[in-house]
């Protein structure tokens, strides 16, 4: 029980950074981070497919909205 309430907080603590960070850092790089953090926290430890997934995601995310949606999500400190 004890364990499972740390988990759960811990993973509210990433939902209120990204939540944080969302504007400064922008969706794609808060969004990697969001997702890297996550899995690596609930036990997934292959950092490299961890790495490409935490980008791929976002990224993916990101063209389709922009591009098709043609909505815009906070850019941050990338140049695009």
Do not use: C, D, H, M
Not at 8 to 28: S, W
Request: proline content about 4%.
């Amino acid at each position: 029980a004890n364990s499972e309430k740390r988990v759960i907080l811990t993973v509210l603590g990433f939902v209120l950074l990204f939540i944080i960070l969302l504007e400064f850092l922008g969706f794609i790089l808060t969004t990697a981070i969001f997702i890297f953090g996550n899995s690596w926290f609930l036990g997934y430890k292959k950092w490299k497919s961890n790495l490409i997934v935490s980008l791929a995601i976002p990224l993916a995310i990101y063209f389709l909205f922009s591009k098709f949606l043609q909505i815009s999500l906070p850019q941050g400190i990338l140049p695009f």
